[in-house]
Structures are given as C-alpha cells and as structure tokens.
T-cell receptor
Framework: KAGVTQTPRYLIKTRGQQVTLSCSPISGHRSVSWYQQTPGQGLQFLFEYFSETQRNKGNFPGRFSGRQFSNSRSEMNVSTLELGDSALYLC????????????????FGPGTRLTVL | AQKVTQAQTEISVVEKEDVTLDCVYETRDTTYYLFWYKQPPSGELVFLIRRNSFDEQNEISGRYSWNFQKSTSSFNFTITASQVVDSAVYFCALIFTGGGNKLTFGTGTQLKVEL
C-alpha cells in the first residue's frame, strides 16, 4: 500500500502571500490530520478532517484552514503568510474506525517544508 | 489539560548499549491512547506503537520494548543493543477520549548512537 503523500515537498513564499498544501492519505483511510512542526513550538495539531468535515481544531488563527474531498484527499491553506509560519507541515492519515474497532494510529507523510521570507 | 513530558532532550550512547527513553503523561481521562513515533533526519514521523489505557501489558518487538505503568503515568521505551540506524528524534504522544484524533506530542528526545 502506498503511504501518505504530500505535495509540494518544499515551498518558499513571501510575507502576505497565501499557500495551499496537499495531502493524499493511505488508501482506505478516511481521517486526515495536519500538524505544524517548528523548533520553538514542537509538533502542534492544526485540525482533523473526517468524511469531509472538520472534526477537531487546534489553537491556530483563522488564517489556517483546510478541507477534505470526497476521495479523502485534503488540502490546507494558509493566508496572509507571516514569518512565523515557516515550518514543516505534516499530514497524517488514519483509518479511525472499522468494524466497531478504533484505529487511531496515525501514519505521517514526508511533510512540506514551508519557508516564509 | 493533556500533557506529555519527555525530560531527556538528548541522549548519546555507543552502539550496542541499551537505552531507555522516558515519557510521562498527564490526562484526566480514564480512557486514552499512548504512542511512540520515530523521526529520522528525513523528517517523516514513523509510527512505532500504540497502547490503550486499559492494557498495561508490556510489549516487545525485536530490539524495542515498552513499559507502560499507569501508577506513575509513564510509558517508557527501551532500545536493546542500539544501532547507528536508531539515531533519530523519538516522540511520545497521547490521544484522549473526546479529543478526536488529536495527538498531543512531547518535545521529543534526540538519540545519537555512535560507533
């Protein structure tokens, strides 16, 4: 089975611009979560999408948004970029539930390294 | 509030030594899930293990073993006979009931295994 894929792998943007990151989950996984990793704040949860609905949201400003499509692929958008948005953005997919059992192990993609100048 | 503490910022060992990475967690929930992830220099987080709060059985997988103790709120990870390929940052994480799929991560422990 193919793993989680994220595109692009690297991005350089300038302050004030916006950016869209894409994530394709493992086949059959319906939950996609996004995390931001920075040296100062570590790994922080952004949001989770399941069945095209946002199920959970972390403590980030409204400039960070996302969506999920019917094929479970997800996109994350950051508007009006700030220098502090420079980070590794990680996407993770999870089966969530199947046959009444909880499968909350999350499998991560390689990440998108965003640099804001 | 949920919290995961990994007090060891960096550990250096010589190959073939055993090493234990500590993880202490805080949660008010009685049902929760604990995880360990490995992050090699490439950056991708690799899932190692999931443990639920009602299963305190320790687990061994090859050179890896995990010790879960609810009484001390700890979920420690031991690598036996470490190898250079084990060099990475290791993260302990927690999901609590009602938190959906939100992983709360510790700050990570950088493990360096030298020849």
């Amino acid at each position: 089975k193919a793993g989680v894929t994220q595109t692009p792998r690297y991005l350089i943007k300038t302050r004030g611009q916006q950016v869209t990151l894409s994530c394709s989950p493992i086949s059959g996984h319906r939950s996609v979560s996004w995390y931001q990793q920075t040296p100062g704040q570590g790994l922080q949860f952004l949001f989770e999408y399941f069945s095209e609905t946002q199920r959970n949201k972390g403590n980030f400003p409204g400039r960070f948004s996302g969506r999920q499509f019917s094929n479970s692929r997800s996109e994350m958008n950051v508007s009006t970029l700030e220098l502090g948005d420079s980070a590794l953005y990680l996407c993770a997919s999870s089966l969530r539930t199947s046959g009444g059992r909880l499968y909350n192990e999350q499998f991560f993609g390689p990440g998108t390294r965003l640099t804001v100048l | 509030a949920q919290k995961v503490t990994q007090a060891q910022t960096e550990i250096s060992v010589v190959e073939k030594e055993d090493v234990t990475l500590d993880c202490v967690y805080e949660t008010r929930d009685t049902t929760y899930y604990l995880f360990w992830y490995k992050q090699p220099p490439s950056g991708e987080l690799v899932f190692l293990i999931r443990r639920n709060s009602f299963d305190e059985q320790n687990e061994i997988s090859g050179r890896y073993s995990w010790n879960f103790q609810k009484s001390t709120s700890s979920f420690n990870f031991t690598i036996t006979a470490s190898q250079v390929v084990d060099s990475a940052v290791y993260f302990c994480a927690l999901i609590f009931t009602g938190g959906g799929n939100k992983l709360t991560f510790g700050t990570g422990t950088q493990l360096k295994v030298e020849l």
